[in-house]
């Protein structure tokens, strides 16, 4: 959205973008994330949930209440596979249930973070 704001003497008018809202949910991997780090065009909010299962089980309701969301960005994944002993397929069954929730009831975008494994 562009939004015009006036400017100066003569009241030239000056075209400014809106900043998207971007509602990080992640787990205990992004606590230490600076929101204002992100590029100034977005307005980073951050909501620990801690897991797909947790956001489907817990979290949803809030997350979806949440007004004028641009983009969802989902840091999740590890803690579906580090606790529980849970079945990779009941993991990939959580995160999709999660996608399908968002996609459903927003017309907000979806970026996904899938978790990489490293030594």
Request: net charge positive.
């Amino acid at each position: 959205a562009v939004v015009s704001t006036q400017s100066g003497h003569y009241g030239r008018g000056r075209k400014t973008r809106k900043q998207r809202k971007v509602l990080l949910l992640h787990d205990s991997q992004m606590n230490g994330f600076i929101a204002e780090s992100f590029s100034s065009g977005f307005k980073v909010e951050k909501k620990k949930v801690g897991s797909f299962t947790d956001l489907n089980g817990k979290h949803m309701r809030d997350v979806i209440k949440e007004p004028e969301v641009d983009c969802y960005i989902l840091q999740l994944g590890v803690n579906d596979y580090r606790y529980n002993d849970r079945h990779v397929n009941k993991a990939v069954k959580d995160a999709k249930e999660a996608i399908d929730t968002l996609l459903s009831s927003s017309s907000a975008k979806i970026v996904v973070s899938l978790p990489t494994p490293t030594p």
